[in-house]
């Protein structure tokens, strides 16, 4: 209840203050918002296309939905969660043509779930739709019911990663005041705006850092295979004028040996109730390089990406395997157009691993919407008493 | 001594027994090689173009050899130490022009080694070249001695490999024996026959284990920025009919935390006489996981590539910064054609660090022509006792 309070002050207090969001070329933008002229339609920025593309997707089928978060073109696991919001919004229209329409909303929202394993934030969300629905009644009575709670969904999330912000960028300004120099921080994959509906996760307290004047520099991660470190992070600052670097995923154990590297602060899918993180693909390898180096290493964590259900000393939280053709393949610009290109012998096989665990020993903390606290069970029950 | 006479023994055992090198499509190739009509002429396979073009350059002028070394036409610290071997050659032809000749060649030779600083080989060779010249007499007589060293250098990287693939394939027999099941092999880059003469280093074990029919299986990793993994070391364990898998760089610390990897084996630019290991960008992270999960870590590393003169407790291995416009672009085939596309935010700065460095602490052995041994000064001055 208090931290519903506290998130209502700052919802308030921001609209009053007319503080602006995140950008795109000078003009705001968040990543899912409902179309203006239609609201069973909900508009999305095709995240497969950037940086060389800014393209806007209509989803108006659960297909689109299924599609949109299973081909990534809306990616990261709080946007991912949002999107579902409004795809069981979505089910429950179409359901009216349906002859059981709870059945099929219930299929629906397996089928949505399906689309990602390793996201909690999708189980979460879909979940928090499905808890409005009785099974006695007609989908006419839930149609507003779930539009409005997608809606909600949207809005907190924004304004949770907000609160990452204002709580994370504690540790950027503490560290610009001890070293007198420009922060140099390292980050893994897209925890930016567009991997949420507005702020980001990571990227939010460096957002913030940005805003207070505060001198930082950013390392991203390419994060391959995908790149969206170097397609969407290096977007991101770049639109909101951050300096930054963008590096090889093999590089950022050798800054770290060399002192450039400050602090790292990274994204999660889910983070288990005993503080494992799981998060991109390589960010293992940055938290044993941080730990090695004693440089903080800090996961931003909305508690909708932290699964009070799983404890991974006795369950694994579920890796996603992905088609060996994002490896393969790369995508870029050949003279103004976007094209992909085979890099991996013709006969060779890759594997695609989308996610990796990083052991809460090697987490310096994690960074929330009610605050920062250890990546133990006792630090994440200090902070969510009830949920634990 | 008795280590010459044990590489003769070797030379001459493999010569009689007329055991093939290493192969491209069924047919043999080494990665260097004397033009057969014209001695003056060296032929490299262009290893920029591999896998999707298979084609060979003719080396001339010592600017010839500088741009295929710095443009990495020929790369691999072995390879590059003998290429510069028969630049040094190339120079003696060239100075019979010069006014003053043993300058133009000591010009030259520091011209060559400027192309890569990282590489103990190239200086190493490079200086063993030069103490065949005084500076009395005219470069006429020179130019056969300087031939025949070059040539001598070649045979005996041969030679040092393939005892490597002899000493280093216990350590796979063992696990295999132990495991009973496939070996699952880790490496990073290339360091197979491609990146030296024949046989290669890190991956001519692995060779060897095929030969004895021990089943193995690798893990490749894809090493960005230029993707040597994906390109060259997949291309090669294909062309033998290894087993191999393509992975981004992110994964190998997930394969190792889940059990599929039994060891890891990588090659060395400079290993200094304590035993730290500068190697490709990413090596570090690697190896910092393989001692998180207990995973042994080998370095295979020929003598030429240990510097005997450098204490990194005390000073520096100089790490080479490339050019950023090799993460910028990547490379690959777009129907048919070899094209290089854009896959950074074109306003984006990158940054291109080429090598890092392993501590000693994290690597289990080194494996070398003489045998295995420790990664510390007392394991190196064990096996070359006069050397140190």
């Known amino acids: 209840l208090k931290g519903i309070l506290f ?5 308030a207090f921001f609209h009053l203050l007319g503080i602006n969001t995140m950008k795109v070329k000078g003009k705001h933008f968040s990543s899912i918002w409902v179309d ?6 909900i508009n999305i920025i095709d995240q497969r296309k950037l940086p060389f593309e800014f393209k806007i997707l209509q989803l108006r089928t659960i297909k689109d939905y299924f599609d949109a978060i299973k081909d990534m073109a809306v990616r990261g696991a709080p946007l991912i969660g949002v999107t579902a919001g409004f795809a069981i919004y979505v089910a429950a229209l179409e359901s009216q043509n349906s002859a059981d329409w709870t059945r099929y909303i ?3 929202a397996n089928y949505i779930k399906s689309a990602r394993p390793t996201a909690v934030n999708l189980e979460w969300a879909v979940n928090d739709q499905l808890n409005l629905i009785e099974s006695s009644g007609n989908p006419s009575e839930y149609i ?4 409005h709670n997608a809606c909600k969904l949207r809005e907190n999330d924004i304004e949770i990663n907000r609160q990452i912000g204002i709580n994370g960028v504690v540790l950027i300004e503490n ?3 001890y070293l007198k120099r420009t922060v140099n921080i390292l980050t893994h994959c897209n925890a930016g705006w567009l991997a949420t509906v507005d702020y980001g996760t990571a990227l939010s307290p460096i ?7 505060i001198d930082v520099h950013v390392w991203v991660d390419e994060t391959r295979p995908r790149n969206q470190g170097a397609k969407l992070t290096a977007w991101e600052l770049e639109n909101e004028g951050i300096k930054h670097t963008v590096i090889p995923d093999n590089t950022g154990g050798h800054l770290m040996q060399n002192g450039i590297v400050d602090i790292v602060i990274v994204g999660t899918d889910r983070t288990s109730i005993n503080g494992d993180v799981a998060n991109k693909i390589g960010t293992y390898l940055k938290a044993l390089a941080a730990y090695d180096n004693n440089i903080p290493f800090y996961v931003a964590a909305p508690s909708s990406s932290i699964d009070f259900s799983i404890d991974t000393s006795k369950s694994k939280i579920p890796i996603e395997q992905r088609d060996q053709r994002e490896v393969r393949y790369v995508d870029g610009l050949l ?3 976007l094209v992909e290109i085979l890099t991996v012998p013709e006969e060779s096989p890759c594997a695609n691993y989308a996610f990796d665990v990083t052991p809460s020993r090697l987490v310096t903390g994690l960074i929330t919407e009610m605050g920062i606290c250890s990546s133990k069970k006792e630090g994440i029950s200090n902070l969510f008493p009830n949920r634990v």
Chains 1, 2 share one sequence.
């Open 7 to 11: 998130i209502s002050i700052y919802i």
């Open 36 to 41: 203006e002229l239609d609201k069973s339609l």
């Open 106 to 108: 219930v299929d629906m």
């Open 144 to 147: 507003e019911l779930l539009y």
């Open 175 to 177: 560290l610009n005041k």
């Open 207 to 213: 957002f913030e850092a940005n805003a207070r004047g």
């Open 335 to 337: 003279e103004g157009q």
